[in-house]
T-cell receptor, first 115, second 112 residues
Framework: KAGVTQTPRYLIKTRGQQVTLSCSPI?????VSWYQQTPGQGLQFLFE???????NKGNFPGRFSGRQFSNSRSEMNVSTLELGDSALYLC??????????????FGPGTRLTVL | QKEVEQNSGPLSVPEGAIASLNCTYS??????FFWYRQYSGKSPELIMF????GDKEDGRFTAQLNKASQYVSLLIRDSQPSDSATYLC????????????FGSGTRLSIRP
């Protein structure tokens, strides 16, 4: 079974531009979560989508947005990029169940550099 | 207070010894607990999950959970140089809709 895929793997943008990142979850997984990882802040939760609806949201400004399509693929968008947005953006998929555990599987990430 | 706390390390352990990684969490309603391993430049990889008090063993790895003390740990027996990585503790509520909160990670170094 193929894992989580993310595109592009690397991206260089300049301040003020916008960027769209894509994530395809593991087949059958319906939940997609996005994280930002930086050396100083660690892994920070951005948002989670399930069945095309945003179910959870982290503490990020409105410049960060996302969506999920009917095939569970997800995109996140960052508008008006700032230098501080340089980070590794990770997507994780999971197969939500009614039971108490909900393990997530991560994609390889997109390394975004803002100049 | 951070929701999930880990000692950032680095934790240096001789090869063949037991590495002990610790994590505390603040939400008493947490029900699901995960350990991820992350090599430098790579994405996190799930290595263990536990949701009942006590120990759970998988090969050289043992996860220990104490909900009363709000404490979860990971033991790595017979540590190998390939275990050198950052270990992330993550905690979630009961519902599948619960957010998963990650700690900042502990950097583990296994010295030959």
């Amino acid at each position: 079974k193929a894992g989580v895929t993310q595109t592009p793997r690397y991206l260089i943008k300049t301040r003020g531009q916008q960027v769209t990142l894509s994530c395809s979850p593991i087949s059958g997984h319906r939940s997609v979560s996005w994280y930002q990882q930086t050396p100083g802040q660690g892994l920070q939760f951005l948002f989670e989508y399930f069945s095309e609806t945003q179910r959870n949201k982290g503490n990020f400004p409105g410049r960060f947005s996302g969506r999920q399509f009917s095939n569970s693929r997800s995109e996140m968008n960052v508008s008006t990029l700032e230098l501080g947005d340089s980070a590794l953006y990770l997507c994780a998929s999971s197969l939500p169940r009614d039971s108490s555990y909900n393990e997530q599987f991560f994609g390889p990430g997109t390394r975004l550099t803002v100049l | 207070q951070k929701e999930v706390e880990q000692n950032s390390g680095p934790l240096s352990v001789p090869e063949g010894a037991i590495a002990s990684l610790n994590c505390t969490y603040s939400d008493r309603g947490s029900q699901s607990f995960f350990w991820y391993r992350q090599y430098s430049g790579k994405s996190p990889e799930l290595i263990m999950f536990i949701y009942s008090n006590g120990d759970k063993e998988d090969g050289r790895f043992t996860a220990q959970l104490n909900k009363a003390s709000q404490y979860v740990s990971l033991l790595i027996r017979d540590s190998q140089p390939s275990d050198s990585a950052t270990y992330l503790c993550a905690v979630s509520g009961y519902s599948s809709a619960s957010k998963i909160i990650f700690g900042s990670g502990t950097r583990l170094s296994i010295r030959p």
